[in-house]
């Protein structure tokens, strides 16, 4: 048992006649460690693009509701009178109406039926 645990600590598992099976367990070992460094370096840069992506949608939203905000105050009536004032331009006093065209079938139909 002592002898075993030498030759590991020496590294004669690896210089001995049978080393070839030893290299190549060991480089596809290597190998393995590799690839899960590359997978978790691009779930990492795949993380942090979500959480830069994220910020900018919350900025987007923010924005969009202040510009909407913005938009429904100068939609508003007062906000539109207000600045016509300034060009002279004054609400009307007279409510507006209705017009109603009537198509041609309509109005001989309604003929039909009076006469």
């Known amino acids: 048992m002592k002898k075993r645990i030498y030759n590991i600590l020496k590294a004669r598992f690896l210089i001995d006649d049978d080393a070839m099976k030893n290299w190549r367990f060991i480089v596809f070992i290597i190998f393995l460690a ?40 100068l939609k508003m009536e007062s906000t539109v009178s207000q600045k016509m004032e300034i060009k002279e331009i004054f ?20 003929k039909k039926i009076w006469q």
């Open 34 to 73: 590799i690839v899960m460094i590359a997978n978790t370096q691009r779930f990492e840069q795949k993380v942090f693009k979500i959480a830069d992506l994220t910020n900018q949608v919350k900025e987007l939203r923010s924005e969009f509701v202040d510009r909407r905000s913005e938009l429904m105050k």
């Open 91 to 110: 609400p009307s006093t007279v409510p507006p109406v209705k017009i109603k065209v009537a198509k041609e079938e309509e109005k001989n139909f309604f």
